[in-house]
């Protein structure tokens, strides 16, 4: 949707949680979206930022499972998006210090993954996501 849309949805309370992550560039997950899929008898699974969780969280407390999967370190983070090559040192320079500061937020999850082993993670993430699926809520 175009920015002058979004803004729109955002005045109407449209949102369950959005964020300009970047200048100019909004994220956002609708209301009716998360409604469309419980009224489906399934689980929305959203990979949003801190503020989205954080916003997920506070409104729906109950329905709610926050993983915050961190980087081994900061330093090991640059060198991920510095291999990859297909970031500008100022993509890099801007992603390394949103992450320093959502490294702040992690102590208000409820669950904590250190992605330093890609096939570990997933595996753990798993575990947990099954954990709070049979969990009576």
Not at 14 to 31: Q, R
Not at 90 to 108: D, Q
Not at 114 to 133: G, M, P, Q, S, Y
């Amino acid at each position: 949707m175009t920015i002058k849309q979004f803004k729109e949805k955002i005045r109407r309370n449209a949102f369950v949680e959005w964020e300009e992550v970047y200048m100019g560039k909004y994220y956002g997950t609708l209301k009716r979206e998360i409604r469309r899929i419980w009224k489906e008898n399934k689980i929305p699974l959203l990979d949003v930022d801190v503020s989205g969780a954080l916003h997920v969280e506070q409104q729906e407390p109950e329905q709610t499972l926050s993983i915050f999967i961190e980087p081994p370190s900061v330093d090991e983070l640059k060198k991920r998006l510095e291999s990859r090559g297909t970031e500008t040192s100022e993509s890099i320079y801007a992603r390394v210090s949103k992450a320093t500061y959502e490294l702040s937020f992690a102590h208000r999850f409820d669950k904590k993954v250190i992605n330093k082993n890609l096939e570990k993670a997933c595996k753990d993430t798993e575990k947990i996501v099954r954990k709070f699926l049979s969990s009576d809520r």
